[in-house]
């Protein structure tokens, strides 16, 4: 008898392994599964147009690919590094039968948030639903050990960019358009060994609700989804080799999420035939753990 998805997922222990930063999905073993083979299709995102930053890999690259089955054209941001798991996001889109434009730029900087837009607008002719997704994260032991630096790339790139984002979107997002931003459990729980991670990922819920009000009478929809573990490059990369093998073990399924398993929440928040009434939410999924939002 076949088992149900969510018991027929891998499980820890995996390899132990350590990826250099910013970790490249073609190096973890074992792949992500992003290609969702059980999803099917309905055509709620036909003649859309998507922007979702960092979706090179992980969460990301399943959205991307999700969207572009539900018939969206989709832009993605990737640093230059990322260049192989890129190339295989534009592929998996392309293979959807949708156009792919990739932007290699730094969400870090203001620039790079204005050049996301307005090259997506400019090679796809429209936006219509935003994706924020691209992160830094960099496990501390202690506060003492996060410098200012760090502090300050993490906030630029996790919440800042965000800021930026929007701020260049507003002009081409017409009233029935979508954000959708990444929180994560840590934002809602904290995380001891992620104190400038953690804060930003709350503040990103907090954005969310406000900028849900601000943006209501534009008939543009805010929401956010908030993951517990989910097996990617950018939690590999952030953990020692033996760590990294658990990751996700002391969730209640006793795994971590696949992208696949992620990406459909994304659709459902960007299709306004499924989700037309909801705005300012923060749904967490956290494989049978249950917190407040």
Not at 237 to 261: F, V
């Amino acid at each position: 008898m076949t088992k149900p998805q969510m018991q027929a997922e891998p499980k820890p222990p995996f390899p132990k392994q350590k990826l250099d930063k910013p970790g490249i999905e073609a190096e973890l073993t074992p792949r992500p599964k992003y290609q969702a083979p059980n999803y099917k299709p309905a055509g709620k995102l036909e003649g859309k147009v998507a922007l979702v930053t960092g979706g090179d890999s992980g969460i990301g690259r399943a959205v991307a690919v999700l969207y572009a089955r539900e018939g969206a054209d989709v832009a993605i941001t990737a640093l230059p590094a990322e260049k192989v798991d890129s190339d295989e996001t534009r592929r998996a889109i392309e293979g959807e039968g949708r156009r792919c434009v990739v932007i290699e730029t730094d969400l870090s900087e203001t620039e790079g948030c204005i050049e996301a837009v307005e090259r997506t607008v400019t090679e796809l002719g429209q936006l219509d639903i935003l994706v924020h997704n691209a992160a830094h994260q960099n496990r501390k032991e202690s506060l003492e050990d996060v410098d200012e630096a760090e502090w300050d790339l993490t906030f630029r790139t996790n919440i800042y960019a965000y800021f930026h984002m929007v701020r260049a979107s507003l002009p081409h997002l017409k009233n029935g358009a979508a954000i959708i931003n990444t929180g994560s459990v840590t934002g809602i729980e904290g995380s001891g060994r992620l104190l400038d991670y953690s804060s930003t990922k709350g503040a990103i819920h907090t954005f969310t609700k406000s900028l849900a009000q601000s943006l209501l009478p534009k008939g543009i929809r805010v929401n956010c989804v908030a993951p517990g573990p989910v097996w990617t490059p950018l939690n590999v990369a952030d953990k020692p080799a033996r760590e990294a093998g658990r990751h996700g073990s002391d969730a209640p399924m006793g795994r971590p999420a696949q992208p696949e398993e992620i990406a459909p929440a994304f659709v459902f928040l960007a299709s306004a035939a499924d989700s037309s009434y909801i705005t300012g939410e923060v749904l967490p999924i956290l494989g049978g753990q249950t917190v407040g939002g």
